[in-house]
T-cell receptor, first 112, second 117 residues
């Protein structure tokens, strides 16, 4: 069974540009989560999808971040326009049971 | 609010040494889950263990063992006879039931373990 995959693995963009991160969950997992880790700090929750619906988006930092999960399969997280403080590693996780999450390899975003 | 503290930012040991990674948590919920994840240099978060708040039994899995003590709100992780492949960042996390029944983990800042040959 394939695990959670994320694309790209690394993205370097300039301040003000747009970047879209993609997450493909484990097949059949209704729950999909986005997290972010800024260098040296905690991994912080961004939002949670149940199928295509946003269950909890309390962790989204501001309206420059837009997450979608059309059709309840893969999800995208768009940052527009990117700021320097958006740099970090963005993790995606999926689960079928609510308390057990499987994480992807992360996307390292660098905003210069 | 939940909080997880991993006081050790970085630990450096020589191969075959035993090492304990500390984790202290705070929550007012009586039902919760505790986790440890490993993040090797390749970047992914690898699930190691999950414990629920009603099961204080310690667990051993090969060279790994976990000591859960509710009295001190700690969930420490010990690696016996460490190996170079154990070098990674280790995260402790705490999940409590949130609105809608989901469990969103609160992570510690991670402990970077470096095992020297």
């Amino acid at each position: 069974e394939a695990g959670v995959t994320q694309f790209p693995s690394h993205s370097v963009i300039e301040k003000g540009q747009t970047v879209t991160l993609r997450c493909d969950p484990i097949s059949g997992h209704d729950n999909l989560y986005w997290y972010r880790r800024v260098m040296g700090k905690e991994i912080k929750f961004l939002l949670h999808f149940v199928k295509e619906s946003k269950q909890d988006e309390s962790g989204m930092p501001n309206n420059r971040f837009l997450a979608e999960r059309t059709g309840g399969t893969y999800s995208t997280l768009k940052v527009q326009p990117a700021e320097l403080e958006d740099s970090g590693v963005y993790f995606c996780a999926s689960s079928q049971r609510k308390y057990e999450q499987y994480f992807g390899p992360g996307t390292r975003l660098t905003v210069t | 609010a939940q909080k997880v503290t991993q006081a050790q930012t970085e630990i450096s040991v020589v191969e075959k040494e035993d090492v304990t990674l500390d984790c202290v948590y705070e929550t007012r919920d009586t039902t919760y889950y505790l986790f440890w994840y490993k993040q090797p240099p390749s970047g992914e978060l690898v699930f190691l263990i999950r414990r629920n708040s009603f099961d204080e039994q310690n667990e051993i899995s090969g060279r790994y063992s976990w000591n859960f003590q509710k009295s001190t709100s700690s969930f420490n992780f010990t690696i016996t006879a460490s190996q170079v492949v154990d070098s990674a960042v280790y995260f402790c996390a705490l999940s409590v039931p949130a609105s809608g029944g989901s469990y969103i983990p609160t992570f510690g800042r991670g402990t970077s373990l470096i095992v020297h040959p």
